[in-house]
């Protein structure tokens, strides 16, 4: 199948400050990609829907203005999460689709807001 | 609302066939029938989809009834690698489309 990296893997920050972190497509062009959340012991959520050089689609109560979500080129989306605060905690996973059938998940950023 | 239903876990000897069932009871026409796998702290990995007729791959088989309100996923040779979480999910074709995530069948293959 094909490859989705996330940058970095984990991050630990502290309250109030920025985080962003980047999915590359490796060896395809994703024209849409997708932003999930995945806290412990519970599955994932979609939190919204990107198309390169458009706006982003955020799912209901997902704040647009927290999480600013940037798709500039067909192999890269990043999410930023800002003024980040303890209970954003969680395990952040992107995903392009490679196609109308199929999507593709990167390995996962676990960000910790102290 | 979840609109697959899966038993919450499952266990499997290495080397057997697991089986995880999934039931799908308000599929419409255009929806196929998805599996994903998610290892623990990792991303999901696709496996297999399908529209309605079985369909088999390098790492699993799937199997779709007549009436597609059901299936069932068939990894023939579990090893321990295989033991994870796994995902049924119908969804329409399209660049778009989403993937709703349910709780999914939390398999643990033993030796």
């Known amino acids: 199948g094909a490859v989705v990296s996330q940058h970095p893997s984990r991050v630990i920050c502290k309250s109030g400050t920025s985080v962003k972190i980047e999915c590359r497509s490796l060896d395809f062009q994703a024209t849409t990609m997708f932003w999930y959340r995945q806290f412990p012991k519970q599955s994932l959520m979609l939190m919204a829907t990107?198309?390169?050089?458009?706006?982003?689609?955020?799912e209901q109560g997902v704040e647009k203005d927290k999480f600013l979500i940037n798709h500039a080129s067909l192999t890269l989306s990043t999410l930023t999460v800002t003024s980040a605060h303890p209970e954003d905690s969680s395990f952040y996973i992107c995903?392009?689709?490679?196609?109308?059938?199929?999507?593709?998940f990167g390995p996962g950023t676990r960000l910790t807001v102290l | 609302d979840a609109k697959t239903t899966q038993p919450p876990s499952m266990d499997c000897a290495e080397g057997r066939a697991a089986n995880l069932p999934c039931n799908h009871s308000?599929?419409?026409?255009?929806?196929?029938v998805y599996w994903y796998r998610q290892i623990h702290s990792q991303g999901p990995q696709y496996i297999i989809h399908g529209l309605k007729n079985n369909e088999t791959n390098e790492m699993a088989s799937l199997i779709i009834t007549e009436d597609r309100k059901s299936s069932t996923l068939i990894l023939p040779h579990a090893t321990l690698r295989d033991t994870a979480v796994y995902y049924c999910i119908v969804r329409v074709a399209g660049w778009g489309s989403t993937l709703t995530f349910g709780k999914g069948t939390m398999l643990l293959v033993s030796p």
């Open positions: 308000t599929i419409s026409g255009n929806e196929y």
């Open positions: 995903s392009g689709a490679g196609g109308p059938d199929t999507q593709y």
């Open positions: 990107s198309n390169e050089g458009s706006k982003a689609t955020y």
